[in-house]
């Protein structure tokens, strides 16, 4: 079946880097758009950008630019999201999602991994 | 930057009741929203699309309507596994998501 498979909870101290994976299977890697989303405990959701699996293209939220880097391998069909000198309001769970329609961009995410817990904490 | 404003936050009914959620753009986005459910530890599921079409293998229960700015979600007869965290999600251009309803069964 259509899946996202993530890895596993990070612990990071402040200033340090984290990078998550979100390994797909079921579908076609390089057909849909892979999105990363986070959402901080308690909190709502926030979109961090997308990435094409088919071309490396990549564009970020203005919140997170020169902090993130967006890639993947096509071989493993897995994406990744690398996020550089993290704070303490950086602790959140962190989410990859499929774009709905394939080889376009609409934001309407309907398969997520299962999310990776990120702490930040000295 | 377009906001997206739910209410209420929180609705307490009961099995078998009708819930409605609304959703208010600060400007028109047409149709361009999408639904969510988001139960304690897992990931968004996506129930609707373009302001009304059901995802595949969402329960007919589930509905939603508007354009422009304000939109609704509506369960019409609540069920036990319906208790979660709704959020609506503008999805054209840059995504923005409501801040969330909680759902609870009394």
């Known amino acids: 079946q259509v899946q996202l498979v993530q890895s596993g909870a990070e612990v990071k101290k402040p200033g340090a880097s984290v990078k998550v994976s979100c390994k797909a299977s079921?579908?076609?890697?390089?057909?849909?758009?892979i999105h990363w989303l986070r959402q901080a405990p308690g909190q709502g959701l926030e979109w961090m950008g997308w990435?094409?699996?088919?071309?490396?293209?990549?564009n970020y939220a203005q919140n997170f630019q020169g902090r993130v880097t967006m890639t993947r391998d096509t071989s493993i069909s897995t994406a990744y999201m690398e996020l550089n000198r993290l704070r303490s309001d950086d602790t959140s769970v962190y989410y990859c999602?499929?774009?709905?329609?394939?080889?376009?961009?609409?934001?309407?995410?309907?398969?997520w991994g299962q999310g990776t817990m990120v702490t930040v904490s000295s | 930057d377009i906001q997206m404003t739910q209410s209420p936050s929180t609705v307490s009914a009961s099995v078998g009741d009708r819930v409605t959620i609304t959703c208010r753009a600060s400007?028109?986005?047409?149709?361009?929203l999408a639904w969510y459910q988001q139960k304690p530890g897992k990931a968004p599921k996506l129930l609707i699309y373009?302001?009304?079409t059901l995802e595949s293998g969402v329960p007919s229960r589930f509905s939603g309507s508007g354009s422009g700015t304000e939109f609704t979600l509506t369960i019409s007869s609540l069920q036990p596994d319906d208790s979660a965290t709704y959020y609506c999600?503008?999805?054209?251009?840059?995504?923005?998501f409501g801040q969330g309803t909680k759902v609870e069964i009394k």
């Open positions: 999602a499929r774009d709905r329609w394939s080889t376009v961009i609409t934001y309407a995410f309907d398969m």
């Open positions: 079921g579908y076609t890697f390089t057909a849909h758009y």
């Open positions: 990435m094409n699996p088919n071309s490396g293209d990549t």
């Open positions: 400007q028109s986005i047409s149709s361009w």
């Open positions: 373009r302001a009304s």
């Open positions: 999600q503008k999805f054209n251009g840059y995504p923005t």
